[in-house]
């Protein structure tokens, strides 16, 4: 069970970090963020969401520091909170991508023991704080990844703090954290804002009249944070790069069996994505 006693310091507080807040404000633990936005700091401060500004915590009692902010946003961030990193049992995050944060980190100097990177399996194309939820990683998984001098006791700490949240975790390295998600979670939000995209430019003009239930369950993603996504695509290029032209490899077997008018072959095809999808948890 994790410590009532440690202070939970948050690096940006959004919809993740906004829901890590909530829940963990709900359970006793004192709560200090720093949000660029001053609004959603003032509103988690007057919900006691919050007890605080990072700023505010006692550098003297047990922390763990969390950042949830777009990845390209890491380094400044940081730089500037290196004492409370120093201090921390554990450092943590809600990245989407990991080769290019532990670079970061590397680049940096700092002591490396005390950090455990994680990426909760949750959320929603909603942002923000106002869409933070206190239940957000009930039942859900988070990815934890070990750095090369991550301490037993940090892991412990970040596992139990997942599991103070409701979800459960495994583990995965850098590279197959990146590999397994741009496949799974970045390449599905490229093809959203390639499909919105397309059909934005339709000559038509009908397709906002048009848009049926199958196109906006598909691209609900796209409606995700821009500067959160422009961040994924580059720090991850060359593996969503790959998974993009596997992709780009199955449009063309189907696009070749629909020219063909290959009608059991087509009927093969769906047939094996349907099965798959169904078993997907």
């Keep these: 069970m994790l410590n009532k006693d440690f202070q939970i310091g948050i690096v940006g507080l959004g919809l993740i970090g906004g829901s890590i807040a909530r829940s963990l404000s709900q359970q006793g633990y004192e709560i200090f963020a720093d949000d660029p936005d001053d609004q959603a700091l003032e509103i988690a401060f007057k919900d006691k969401v919050i007890n605080g500004r990072l700023e505010d915590i006692d550098l003297e009692k047990e922390i763990i520091l969390i950042f949830t902010l777009p990845v ?62 206190s239940n957000l990683f009930v039942n859900k998984i988070s990815v934890l990844t070990k750095l090369p001098e991550t301490s037993s006791k940090a892991y412990e700490i970040c596992s139990e703090m997942w599991e103070a949240m409701g979800a459960s975790t495994i583990e995965l ?42 196109l906006k369950d598909f691209t609900r993603i796209a409606s995700s944070d821009p500067k959160m996504w422009e961040d994924i695509f580059i720090s991850n290029k060359e593996n969503i790069l790959d998974s993009l032209n596997s992709f780009k490899t199955e449009i063309k077997d189907l696009e070749n069996l629909i020219e063909n008018s290959d009608a059991k072959k087509i009927n093969d095809y769906i047939k094996k994505a349907k099965i798959f999808r169904d078993s997907l948890i």
């Design 72 to 133: 390209l946003s890491f380094s400044k961030e940081l730089e500037k909170n290196k004492e409370i990193i120093s201090r921390a049992s554990l450092v943590s995050d809600c990245l989407s991508v990991k080769k290019d944060l532990n670079e970061t980190i590397s680049s940096k100097g700092v002591d490396t023991s005390n950090f455990v990177l994680s990426h909760p399996v949750a959320g929603s194309e909603k942002s923000g704080f106002n869409n933070s939820a």
């Design 173 to 214: 390295s850098l590279e197959d954290h990146d590999d397994f998600f741009a496949s799974t979670s970045h390449l599905p939000h490229l093809i959203s804002f390639c499909l919105i995209s397309a059909v934005s430019k339709m000559k038509s003009g009908k397709a906002n009249l048009l848009s049926g239930g199958g």
